[in-house]
């Protein structure tokens, strides 16, 4: 019985045979009995009213009637041939039309019995008729259980044309849950059970899959996902655990000379209370004797910087060197700036390390690493390159963790032992739900205030036809000694047209703005690297008062003097991205402005990330509705997403149910950290059993 009854091929399941098998195997990935039990619906159509033939209406919903299918014929087409069959109940006659599958439904179809008829209604010249309906005996009908709601299934068309529509997969299973063997133990403990007020997994299985109603079929279903989210948290709970337990870290015991130093002499503000909280939690972290592994989320423009400065102070304070990697040379180049600037009156060698640093300056740079006398490197991925050697590495701060592999990081990591510090900081937030389950085994430190004094920034939407007054405000705005970014999107596939459009609207630009009142910049991928920190240069010190470019700016630079952010082809961004980009301006104490410019077609999806960007300037409330538009997976990028595959729960529809199982789980790891007690024996066992299985557990880092 019980976990062996899970395991029943499905060939031996009884509504299968080897063929269906087979199908059921390829298409939809189901295996066992267990698979197929957990192959959940994913709603439930009312089936307990009927209506006569006389009684259709056009354009109905799906409707239900009950009478006798009098014929059925096939009707040879082109290719292949349609089912056509007369259905009759006491008020009329209609058709039922199969133009897929019809050979295999012509074997089946029940003729002269009386039968249950499901589907949408149409009407064809002046006759009604029904396309592929559900089709049920009227004596089975009645006998199933809950005939009232009829679970519906996720399928496909190979399946459907095999007589596994919905309502075939539905059958399946009814059956199944009614096999006198079906059993299985329970393994939640008792007080999960009478907390959330749960069915037994055996219950469960029965009431999602027949249910008497749809309350009893709600709970259900909640019971099953939450214990998939449940041994989700349970299993990545516990690799942190054993992660920071294997990890022996360095210890950062003191605050010393120069964080002192700079904490009360240099600093420009005073921090906000999330950086403090952050740092108080990095503090602690850093002197366990474990190794860190955490990451610092904060929206655009939040104070992160100042929080790795910090962090980079404590770690010299107690005898390591700590390096700061960018993803690309303008941004190390701007951090390197801007540390060198903070810390010009402390004893602290910084160096910076790119790919264009040349031979000859690389040379004395590599030399001070491993004699110790640099303290701080800050580079692009140069500075993880073999030939790069520090004396005592002890911390490692990444910017803007998208834009790097985990390979990347586990390089970092080789380059000390113990394994340095690491601190990920990144600025595309993602909802607290779903940094818990894809960085399940990270450490989260969020800032979720602004520095003070800070105005929202204004968004506004505006197409084509509003160009001449959008030129204007720039103006109007240069004119006040501001700085205007205009920004082009730039797609890969599609890169020649748009650097066409870059091109092109730079022209338009340099004769809207003409020389010598106004001076443009344009930056692109494709200039030397050269040329774009020539251009960058001009721009950032106030030069020229207007950049043109391509996302490139979109990571990090920052100018406190440019308050308008134009965005040319606005639909075709994703709401991070728009986000990242609207996060250049804003900066300085002036009020900002971002506008969207857009042709007028537009998608509803992009119309909805418009709106968006229009209504609220706030990162999280944004990731939301960028996980509602795009799905966990894909925000999270698909080739590091840490995202785990999920058969009967949903990141995104259950965070409730998510939020409550990993408060369950860190309840049951505290009481017993092992699970090795007797009454949570079943849980461990059920665990090991779901890890053995196909599941695949990506790590993020
Ligand atoms: P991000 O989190 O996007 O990296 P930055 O670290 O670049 O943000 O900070 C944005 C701006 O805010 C910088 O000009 C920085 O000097 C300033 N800033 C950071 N923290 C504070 C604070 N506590 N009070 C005032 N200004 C701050
Ligand atoms: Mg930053």
């Given at each position: 019985?019980?976990?062996?009854?899970?395991?029943?091929?499905?060939?031996?399941?009884?509504?299968?045979?080897?063929?269906?098998?087979?199908?059921?195997?390829?298409?939809?990935?189901?295996?066992?009995?267990?698979?197929?039990?957990?192959?959940?619906?994913?709603?439930?159509?009312?089936?307990?009213?009927?209506?006569?033939?006389?009684?259709?209406?056009?354009?109905?919903?799906?409707?239900?009637?009950?009478?006798?299918?009098?014929?059925?014929?096939?009707?040879?087409?082109?290719?292949?041939?349609?089912?056509?069959?007369?259905?009759?109940?006491?008020?009329?006659?209609?058709?039922?039309?199969?133009?897929?599958?019809?050979?295999?439904?012509?074997?089946?179809?029940?003729?002269?019995?009386?039968?249950?008829?499901?589907?949408?209604?149409?009407?064809?010249?002046?006759?009604?008729?029904?396309?592929?309906?559900?089709?049920?005996?009227?004596?089975?009908?009645?006998?199933?259980?809950?005939?009232?709601?009829?679970?519906?299934?996720?399928?496909?068309?190979?399946?459907?044309?095999?007589?596994?529509?919905?309502?075939?997969?539905?059958?399946?299973?009814?059956?199944?849950?009614?096999?006198?063997?079906?059993?299985?133990?329970?393994?939640?403990?008792?007080?999960?059970?009478?907390?959330?007020?749960?069915?037994?997994?055996?219950?469960?299985?029965?009431?999602?899959?027949?249910?008497?109603?749809?309350?009893?079929?709600?709970?259900?279903?909640?019971?099953?996902?939450?214990?998939?989210?449940?041994?989700?948290?349970?299993?990545?709970?516990?690799?942190?655990?054993?992660?920071?337990?294997?990890?022996?870290?360095?210890?950062?015991?003191?605050?010393?000379?120069?964080f002192n130093a700079y904490f009360s002499n240099h600093i420009p503000f005073e921090l906000t209370d999330a950086q403090k909280r952050v740092m108080r939690e990095i503090r602690a972290d850093v002197n366990t004797g474990w190794h860190m592994n955490r990451l610092l989320q904060?929206?655009?423009?939040?104070?992160?910087?100042?929080?790795?400065?910090?962090?980079?102070?404590?770690?010299?304070?107690?005898?390591?060197?700590?390096?700061?990697?960018?993803?690309?040379?303008?941004?190390?180049?701007?951090?390197?700036?801007?540390?060198?600037?903070?810390?010009?009156?402390?004893?602290?060698?910084?160096?910076?390390?790119?790919?264009?640093?040349?031979?000859?300056?690389?040379?004395?740079?590599?030399?001070?690493?491993?004699?110790?006398?640099?303290?701080?490197?800050?580079?692009?991925?140069?500075?993880?390159?073999?030939?790069?050697?520090?004396?005592?590495?002890?911390?490692?701060?990444?910017?803007?963790?998208?834009?790097?592999?985990?390979?990347?990081?586990?390089?970092?990591?080789?380059?000390?032992?113990?394994?340095?510090?690491?601190?990920?900081?990144?600025?595309?937030?993602?909802?607290?739900?779903?940094?818990?389950?894809?960085?399940?085994?990270?450490?989260?430190?969020?800032?979720?205030?602004?520095?003070?004094?800070?105005?929202?920034?204004?968004?506004?939407?505006?197409?084509?036809?509003?160009?001449?007054?959008?030129?204007?405000?720039?103006?109007d705005e240069i004119q006040k000694g501001r700085q205007v970014y205009v920004v082009y999107p730039l797609i890969e596939e599609s890169a020649t047209l748009d650097y066409k459009d870059l091109m092109d609207g730079y022209e338009s630009l340099t004769r809207r703005f003409p020389?010598?009142?106004?001076?443009?910049?344009?930056?692109?991928?494709?200039?030397?690297?050269?040329?774009?920190?020539?251009?960058?240069?001009?721009?950032?010190?106030?030069?020229?008062?207007?950049?043109?470019?391509?996302?490139?700016?979109?990571?990090?630079?920052?100018?406190?003097?440019?308050?308008?952010?134009?965005?040319?082809?606005?639909?075709?961004?994703?709401?991070?991205?728009?986000?990242?980009?609207?996060?250049?301006?804003?900066?300085?104490?002036?009020?900002?402005?971002?506008?969207?410019?857009?042709?007028?077609?537009?998608?509803?999806?992009?119309?909805?990330?418009?709106?968006?960007?229009?209504?609220?300037?706030?990162?999280?409330?944004?990731?939301?509705?960028?996980?509602?538009?795009?799905?966990?997976?894909?925000?999270?990028?698909?080739?590091?997403?840490?995202?785990?595959?999920?058969?009967?729960?949903?990141?995104?529809?259950?965070?409730?149910?998510?939020?409550?199982a990993r408060y369950i789980a860190s309840r049951l790891l505290e009481e017993d950290p092992t699970l090795r007690n007797p009454e949570n024996a079943i849980l461990n066992e059920a665990l090991k059993r779901a890890q053995k299985g196909r599941t695949n557990w990506s790590r993020?880092?």
């Amino acid at each position: 019985m019980s976990s062996e009854f899970a395991d029943i091929p499905i060939e031996f399941v009884k509504g299968i045979g080897p063929k269906r098998a087979e199908w059921l195997r390829t298409e939809l990935n189901l295996y066992t009995a267990g698979d197929l039990l957990e192959h959940l619906p994913f709603r439930y159509e009312d089936r307990t009213s009927f209506v006569g033939v006389s009684e259709l209406i056009f354009e109905s919903t799906a409707v239900q009637l009950k009478g006798v299918i009098r014929s059925a014929q096939l009707v040879p087409m082109k290719r292949t041939s349609r089912l056509v069959a007369t259905f009759e109940d006491d008020s009329g006659k209609l058709e039922l039309v199969w133009f897929k599958g019809a050979k295999w439904i012509a074997s089946q179809i029940p003729v002269q019995q009386r039968v249950v008829v499901y589907g949408k209604p149409s009407l064809y010249k002046g006759k009604w008729n029904i396309a592929h309906p559900e089709i049920e005996l009227e004596s089975q009908f009645q006998q199933r259980n809950g005939a009232g709601l009829q679970p519906v299934y996720r399928t496909t068309e190979k399946l459907t044309q095999r007589g596994l529509a919905s309502s075939g997969i539905a059958k399946i299973l009814r059956t199944l849950v009614q096999h006198p063997e079906f059993s299985f133990p329970e393994f939640l403990p008792d007080f999960v059970l009478r907390e959330l007020n749960f069915p037994s997994r055996m219950e469960a299985f029965k009431q999602v899959h027949s249910p008497a109603n749809s309350k009893e079929a709600e709970r259900a279903r909640n019971r099953l996902k939450f214990e998939e989210l449940l041994m989700l948290q349970i299993k990545l709970l516990k690799q942190k655990q054993a992660q920071t337990q294997d990890l022996p870290g360095v210890r950062f015991e003191q605050v010393g000379a120069r964080f002192n130093a700079y904490f009360s002499n240099h600093i420009p503000f005073e921090l906000t209370d999330a950086q403090k909280r952050v740092m108080r939690e990095i503090r602690a972290d850093v002197n366990t004797g474990w190794h860190m592994n955490r990451l610092l989320q904060g929206d655009v423009g939040s104070g992160k910087t100042m929080v790795a400065l910090l962090t980079t102070l404590l770690a010299l304070d107690n005898g390591y060197q700590a390096c700061v990697m960018a993803p690309t040379e303008i941004l190390a180049n701007q951090h390197f700036e801007s540390f060198k600037e903070s810390l010009r009156d402390l004893p602290v060698r910084i160096e910076l390390l790119t790919g264009s640093v040349k031979t000859s300056k690389r040379k004395p740079i590599l030399e001070g690493l491993a004699s110790g006398s640099v303290h701080i490197l800050i580079g692009t991925h140069a500075l993880i390159e073999p030939g790069v050697v520090f004396q005592k590495l002890g911390l490692a701060v990444i910017d803007e963790q998208h834009r790097f592999g985990v390979a990347q990081r586990s390089k970092l990591w080789a380059k000390a032992k113990p394994a340095p510090h690491v601190l990920v900081m990144t600025a595309t937030p993602i909802p607290r739900t779903l940094a818990m389950t894809a960085y399940g085994d990270l450490d989260v430190s969020i800032i979720d205030e602004m520095p003070p004094g800070r105005k929202e920034i204004k968004t506004v939407h505006r197409t084509d036809a509003a160009r001449l007054s959008v030129f204007q405000f720039m103006e109007d705005e240069i004119q006040k000694g501001r700085q205007v970014y205009v920004v082009y999107p730039l797609i890969e596939e599609s890169a020649t047209l748009d650097y066409k459009d870059l091109m092109d609207g730079y022209e338009s630009l340099t004769r809207r703005f003409p020389l010598p009142t106004f001076r443009i910049g344009v930056v692109h991928g494709r200039m030397k690297p050269e040329d774009k920190d020539i251009e960058m240069e001009r721009f950032v010190s106030g030069v020229n008062q207007m950049l043109v470019a391509t996302t490139v700016i979109e990571v990090g630079v920052n100018v406190p003097n440019a308050s308008v952010m134009v965005i040319e082809s606005a639909e075709r961004f994703g709401l991070a991205q728009l986000h990242q980009l609207r996060g250049r301006v804003g900066r300085g104490a002036e009020q900002s402005y971002c506008i969207l410019m857009t042709g007028n077609e537009l998608s509803k999806d992009a119309r909805l990330r418009l709106e968006t960007m229009c209504r609220t300037n706030d990162g999280f409330e944004l990731a939301e509705v960028d996980m509602e538009l795009r799905g966990p997976g894909d925000l999270m990028g698909t080739q590091q997403s840490g995202i785990p595959d999920l058969k009967m729960a949903d990141l995104l529809k259950d965070r409730n149910l998510l939020t409550t199982a990993r408060y369950i789980a860190s309840r049951l790891l505290e009481e017993d950290p092992t699970l090795r007690n007797p009454e949570n024996a079943i849980l461990n066992e059920a665990l090991k059993r779901a890890q053995k299985g196909r599941t695949n557990w990506s790590r993020i880092s």
